[in-house]
């Protein structure tokens, strides 16, 4: 299974996807971590942009923005996150993404509950 984990330091999740930088990209086999790897997100976070920007540059839109966030996940299959919007969850979940968002704060905490089916799933946190 190939997860990428929204992080803005590579060993905690991060609490707004949308502001953060980075995913961790997992690959997981069984209950054992194969491999591992950080790769900018894309999207406002990446370069230090809140996504509600409100200045007068050009800026793209949440679809576009979502596409490239998407496209950064490279080829995951389920996607961890601590909170996110309706709209990026909505955009992952249509692309056949499973999204996580999750109370646990420790990367690899949230993968070895994820190998074993027991990382928590908290809608309620989607805003």
């Given at each position: 299974?190939?997860?990428?984990?929204?992080?803005?330091?590579?060993?905690?999740?991060?609490?707004?996807?949308?502001?953060?930088?980075?995913?961790?990209?997992?690959?997981?086999?069984?209950?054992?971590?194969?491999?591992?790897?950080?790769?900018?997100?894309?999207?406002?976070?990446?370069?230090?942009?809140?996504?509600?920007?409100?200045?007068?540059?050009?800026?793209?839109?949440?679809?576009e923005r979502?596409?490239?966030?998407i496209q950064?996940?490279?080829?995951?299959?389920?996607?961890?996150?601590?909170?996110?919007?309706?709209?990026?969850?909505?955009?992952?979940?249509?692309?056949?993404?499973?999204?996580?968002?999750?109370?646990?704060?420790?990367?690899?905490?949230?993968?070895?509950?994820?190998?074993?089916?027991?990382?928590?799933?908290?809608?309620?946190?989607?805003?």
């Open positions: 299974m190939k997860v990428a984990i929204v992080t803005e330091d590579g060993k905690t999740i991060s609490r707004h996807f949308g502001r953060a930088p980075y995913y961790l990209v997992v690959e997981i086999d069984g209950k054992n971590v194969v491999s591992r790897r950080l790769v900018p997100k894309g999207g406002c976070g990446s370069h230090g942009q809140h996504a509600h920007h409100s200045g007068g540059e050009p800026h793209m839109g949440s679809d979502h596409r490239t966030m950064q996940a490279d080829g995951c299959e389920v996607l961890v996150s601590g909170g996110m919007g309706a709209g990026a969850y909505q955009s992952m979940v249509l692309s056949g993404i499973k999204v996580f968002i999750t109370r646990v704060e420790g990367i690899d905490e949230a993968i070895s509950l994820l190998a074993e089916g027991r990382l928590d799933n908290n809608l309620e946190l989607l805003h």
